[in-house]
């Protein structure tokens, strides 16, 4: 019907440029906006990637990227549902772009390897490219072109998209939204790659980072501005030659992309952004990255994504986003900022609590004092006993809860029994992660080792023990205690009995 009331022009324009383009982006206006998370590795001690995958799963992280396509986490998201974008770094362009056939290998190993099991959705090609590294911008699109040859060639260039992330500063004169436009050096690669990704329905990736643009503009840029807070009218900024209201600096920049891409001529192409975020940390000179201005940033980004506003330009389509970033990258150094991006520490913990209620479990699952200490799996029984002797013994741990008829009795075996003394043990010492060791036996984790009726030291899941005592439809285990209480009421005065009756005969 729409389609039907536009102008004769503008059909035959569209019909000429690509038919089937409109429709697709109405099919992808339809999926649910996202948040997802980059997962940069800069990380003293990054979690192994099976207890990376499952903090994303109990974090209730759907969508992540990461700067390469390591082998062990993708094996790790292996059927799962968290989708994920790979990277091609910046280090191999030259080499794929030189080469059909090393395109074709790349795609081979790092994808067709692992698609579908693990979902794949997207190729990254390097890492703003036509910013950080000039001298490779003319072998972009002969990258990407090879690249998506080769997914042809795997038949999964349906499923799979290519598409290359951009700075931000790509665009210039970016406020107001509507005189925006690419850098005219760089419009010769952009060009290429706006048909590029109209052509297979890609979007254009963009990190935006309004915490940069405030501490560039700063005293024309109000912060309430950057941090998606409420404003009053007076204090939105209004797009002269459109009128359109906007009440945050991540809009106007979407928008500035929008409209960048108009310049050229293409209107079917989606903006994806894949960073942006706020660090929470500072040296001297940046005195607006806290933990607060961090956390409202954040709750406030995740809010105004799931809530779909759109933009004031395309209300109809909200773009998704990735959250830079999951783990604080304490290896980076100067400014302090580099290594305070994160929303959590790299042992899993928070850094800040997001205010993200209403919206679901999305990272709102707080672990602050969610570690525990458990036996390593598959180590020497005799070794574990000697560790479990030593923390209910000398280590003084709190072991009741493992002794027979007791809620972490079952199951009754050495690795279990050992979990619950270490976790113990660790929770004695306050959480120290030298208290969890025993001689490399131990390992620390954040997933609750808590199971049944069965609650370890450390948990926020309350008992159900009572209840279960308590329940007289059920009270099987709460019986099988007093029985055992009683068998040893029995020994007890039967020995008294002995005893008195010693005494009498003596
Ligand atoms: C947090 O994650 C743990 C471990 O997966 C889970 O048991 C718990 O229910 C989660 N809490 C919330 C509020 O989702
Ligand atoms: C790679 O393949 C494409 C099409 O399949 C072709 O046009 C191009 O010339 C090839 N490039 C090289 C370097 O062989
Ligand atoms: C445009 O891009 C070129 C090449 O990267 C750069 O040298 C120049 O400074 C940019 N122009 C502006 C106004 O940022
Ligand atoms: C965009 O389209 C207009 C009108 O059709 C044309 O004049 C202009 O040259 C085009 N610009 C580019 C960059 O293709
Ligand atoms: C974590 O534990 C400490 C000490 O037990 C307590 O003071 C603090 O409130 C806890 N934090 C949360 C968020 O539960
Ligand atoms: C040992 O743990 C049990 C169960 O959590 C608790 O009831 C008991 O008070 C603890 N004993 C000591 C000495 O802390
Ligand atoms: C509570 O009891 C039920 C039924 O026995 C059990 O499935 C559950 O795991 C128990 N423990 C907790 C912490 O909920
Ligand atoms: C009831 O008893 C059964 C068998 O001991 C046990 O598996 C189950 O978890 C108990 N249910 C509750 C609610 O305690
Ligand atoms: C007692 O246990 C029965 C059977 O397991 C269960 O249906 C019932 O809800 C329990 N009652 C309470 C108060 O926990």
């Not at 404003?231 to 797009?239: A, I, N, R």
Request: aromatic content about 10%.
């Amino acid at each position: 019907m729409a389609v039907l009331s536009l102008p004769s022009f503008l059909l035959i324009f569209s019909f000429v440029f690509s038919a089937a383009l409109p429709e697709v982006k109405a099919q992808q206006a339809k999926d649910e906006p996202y948040v997802g998370v980059n997962i940069g590795t800069d990380v003293s001690n990054l979690l192994p990637p099976a207890k990376l995958v499952s903090f994303l799963q109990q974090q209730k992280v759907t969508h992540i990227r990461i700067y390469d396509s390591d082998p062990e986490i993708l094996k790790a998201l292996s059927k799962t549902k968290i989708r994920v974008i790979v990277s091609v770094p910046n280090n191999q362009i030259l080499g794929i772009g030189s080469s059909n056939t090393t395109a074709a290998n790349w795609i081979n190993k790092n994808v067709a390897a692992f698609y579908p099991d693990t979902l794949i959705t997207t190729v990254a090609v390097g890492d703003e490219v036509l910013t950080t590294v000039p001298s490779l911008s003319s072998m972009l699109m002969p990258a990407i072109e090879s690249l998506y040859s080769a997914l042809v060639a795997s038949n999964l260039h349906t499923q799979i998209k290519i598409s290359t992330p951009h700075a931000a500063n790509i665009i210039l004169d970016p406020f107001p939204p509507s005189q925006a436009y690419f850098n005219q050096t760089i419009s010769p690669v952009v060009v290429q790659l706006l048909k590029f990704l109209s052509r297979t329905s890609s979007p254009l990736m963009m990190n935006m980072y309004p915490y940069y643009v405030f501490m560039q503009n700063k005293g024309v840029v109000p912060l309430d501005n950057s941090l998606f807070k409420p404003l009053t009218p007076s204090k939105e900024m209004v797009d002269p030659n459109t009128l359109l209201h906007y009440t945050n600096v991540l809009d106007a920049m979407i928008d500035s992309a929008y409209n960048s891409m108009k310049n050229l001529n293409v209107s079917d192409v989606l903006v994806l952004v894949t960073e942006t975020g706020w660090p929470s940390k500072g040296d001297s000179k940046e005195p607006y990255a806290t933990i607060d201005n961090a956390d409202t940033y954040n709750s406030n980004l995740i809010k105004h994504i799931l809530d779909r506003s759109g933009t004031p330009l395309h209300p109809e389509y909200t773009s998704s986003v990735y959250i830079y970033e999951l783990f604080n990258e304490d290896l980076r150094s100067t400014p302090v900022s580099e290594a305070n991006w994160g929303l959590f520490y790299a042992n899993s913990t928070p850094v800040y609590l997001l205010h993200v209620s209403g919206r679901g479990e999305f990272l709102a699952n707080d672990t602050t004092n969610q570690t525990f200490c458990v036996a390593m799996e598959g180590v020497d029984g005799k070794t574990l006993q000697t560790a479990l002797d030593w923390a209910c013994g000398p280590g003084r741990a709190n072991c009741s809860e493992i002794q027979p008829g007791e809620t972490c009795y079952s199951p009754n075996n050495v690795q279990n029994h050992a979990s619950y003394a270490f976790d113990s043990y660790y929770e004695k010492e306050g959480r120290s992660t030298s208290s969890c060791d025993f001689k490399g036996v131990a390992m620390i984790t954040t997933t609750d080792p808590s199971h049944g009726v069965c609650v370890f030291p450390g948990s926020k899941i309350i008992s159900n023990r009572t209840n279960t005592v308590v329940n007289s439809t059920n009270a099987t285990s709460g019986m099988e205690t007093s029985r055992f209480v009683g068998d040893n009421l029995r020994v007890f005065w039967g020995l008294i009995i002995g005893v008195i009756f010693c005494l009498f005969i003596l």
